[in-house]
Each structure stands twice: as C-alpha cells, then as structure tokens.
C-alpha cells in the first residue's frame, strides 16, 4: 500500500516555520498514543483537541506539506505516522554523538526519549582524561582528539553539544570539520556554523521565559479586566 | 526617563505565537552583547543579521507589543532590554523549585544559564529519602511530602519537572494543588494543568527533530534541483 507523499521543503527547512516543525512532533507523539490505545482513524479537530488546537490549525500545519486527509476517514493514524516521520527525516535511524560529558551530558546519555525517536547516541567525547574508556549508560567516552576518526568511523551525522559556554564553538567547529550534517547545542550562547549544516539551540531558561510570558500576560489582562 | 509601555497581550500569551516569545528572548540575548561591547543604538537590521532574521522579521515581532524604535536612531539597546524583559516577566525575580533531583535535576540545578535571567531555584524535592536534607548546588534536597509547604513558605511561582515519565503528572498535580503559576516540564510525557496554569513542555527528541528536518529538507531540495 503507498501512502500520500509529502512534498518536499526548500532547502533551509523550506520557510516552514519552526513552530510547525514543532507541532508535527507533538502530532507525531499524539498518533502513537492514539496507535496504542488501538485507535485506527482520527479527524483533525479531534487530534488537535487533544493537544489545544485548533483542527484549521492542525490541517494547514499538514497542508504545508501535502493532502493527507481521506474524505469521510479523516487520517489514517498509522499513514500519518509514516508521512510525519519521513517529513520530519526520523524514518531511519541516526547515529548521534554527544560532546561533554558533565552532568548534563550524562542526563542526556540516560534520557529514553532519544532512542525512542530514531536517535541513537553511539559515541560521547569529553576533555577530562579520567572518563576515557568509561561507559555511561552504555556508551563509551573518548578524548576529544578521536572525534573526527569517530564520527568517520561510526558514520555519525549528528552532533549534540553539552560542554560550558566557553568549550562551545570549538566543539561545534570540530564536529563540522568531521563532517556531521547538524547539530544540538545545550551550551548557553549561540555557535556559528557554516550554512551547510543544520543548528538549534537549546536554551533552557528561554523555555521558562515562556511560562512566565504567559503567567505575566494572564496576570495584567485579568488587572485590566 | 520613561521609556515606552509594551502593550499587554491577552490572557493565554495574547495569541502571540510561541515562536515570537522565543525570539524575544533571543533579541534580549543579543542587546546584552550589544551593550556589554559598548553599543547604545542597533537598527533592526543590524539586530536581524546578527541572528539571521530579515529587519520586518524583528520589527514585526516588536510590534505585537508596541513601537519601541526612535525615527533616524533604531532601538536604545538599554530600552530595548528593558522592555523585552517586562514582556517576558523576566523584569523581577522568579522563584522556581525544582521535581526530581536526578542527572537531569542536578545538571538543571547547575545550569548556569537560569539565575543570569531571573529564575531562582530556590528549592528541590525527590522522592529518594537518601537525598533529603542534602544539598546539590547550594538547593537543599526536601522530601516530596514538603512541597506544599515549601512553596508556601518561600513563594515559589514556578516548578521545574525532571522527573521519570510514570511520576509526571502526579508532579504536576501536587504543583498545581501548591499553587504555584507555571510548569516547566522536561519529562518526555505530556502533563496536563489546569487553565489558570502556564505549562511548558520541553521534549528535547522533539529539538533533535528540527535538526533532522532541515538536514533532509536540504537534500531533498539537493537531489530535485
């Protein structure tokens, strides 16, 4: 049986906007649940209920990339799957390696979520001497200097970077001279990479200047209510 | 010197898209290095190019909140900041305490990128009594049967979840029964709040999938052109 294809993006993620790509991650998760639980069909207002949208909002966060809808059905959840993930490349696995080794770097080797997606962490690099030949949560740490032989080696297209802020863009350039396609940085500042390669940044206290963006927002309409 | 009011949004974040929220905080990134290498006016190119945005880009994010550019001068960087930051809610202190103190809690507690914006950890709670009554970064370790009381006492307005995904929701509950306004959530599950409670979720598989989106839109658009 072939399922609707998505059309393709524009090289730089195709204009899509990041918060659709978002979304689609939360579909994806929502379809799975949905799989689980034994459901086959789903209509859009119903999926976007589940996760406070709006079904128009989950049908042209779709329709940026094709017609995937059946007219009387709704969406196939198992198709919908198939289709997110090729769009969002989680359609094959990916071998990751993480640079840094810390406490956050090791929250990140013991975090299941990865795997679960696609994202297999097959190698770590860290500076400190004392963690070479070690293995957290199975995987082995390497000194930095073996990282381009690594990422060669184990064919490693992406990178997550888990160093301080002042290891960071070293870390990055390093893993763009090996060749990785992208890259995660947890590091609190923003690295260059060439355009080439793909780059987000994760910065931890910007997701609580969302909350508290809403708690604020929520609290002056009620004053002046 | 008054400096312009930003407009307030409505009650859920005023329909302002995340993505907006998202990139303030990065403009407020930004102006900091500006001023702290010496600048005092920046156009909204200049800004834009320094994060890869067009100016509308900028100018229209700015705009959701009000007019803050002064005709032939740009932005005052130092205004700037200080209206970001009241946007954001980010223009005080917020006490925040912390579930789980696990990998992911400690390198939470020892992420640096927190206290620099305005969020304090002011507390810590886990279920594992070995942990109570220690402290990991200077925050005391309590058992989980304390919450209440600590946010009580301390006025803590906001929680961080790092918990393993079956504890999750019963985190936030006991959260939300304490009174506190907003959720941080880094448990690979989806929490439900009530609507009176701010809640974001941070899935960080869901970032590794932006990397790979743009990476396979990119050679999609290698392999038709």
Redesign the interface.
Known sequence: MSSPKPT???????G????V??R???YL?ELRHLLADGNQTISSSQLGQR?GFTDAQVRKDLAHFGQFGHPGIGYRCEELVDIIRR????DRQ?N?CLVGV???G???L?????A??G?KIVAAFDADAAKHGQTYEGVLVYPAEALADEIQRQQI??G?IAVP?QAAQAAADRLVAAGV????NFA?V?VSVPP?V???G?????????????????L???A?S
Chains 1, 2 share one sequence.
């Open positions: 393709s993006a524009r090289s730089d993620g195709g899509v906007p990041a918060a790509v978002n689609l991650s939360m998760r996760l769009i969002l490349g989680t990916w990751v810390g406490n956050l090791q929250a990140l013991g975090y299941k979520g990865f679960s997606q994202f297209e992406l997550i802020a396609s992208g890259i995660l609190p923003t080439g793909s780059k987000v994760v910065d931890l206290a910007r997701e609580l200047e969302q909350v508290t963006f809403t708690v604020v927002s929520r002056r309409a009620a002046e």
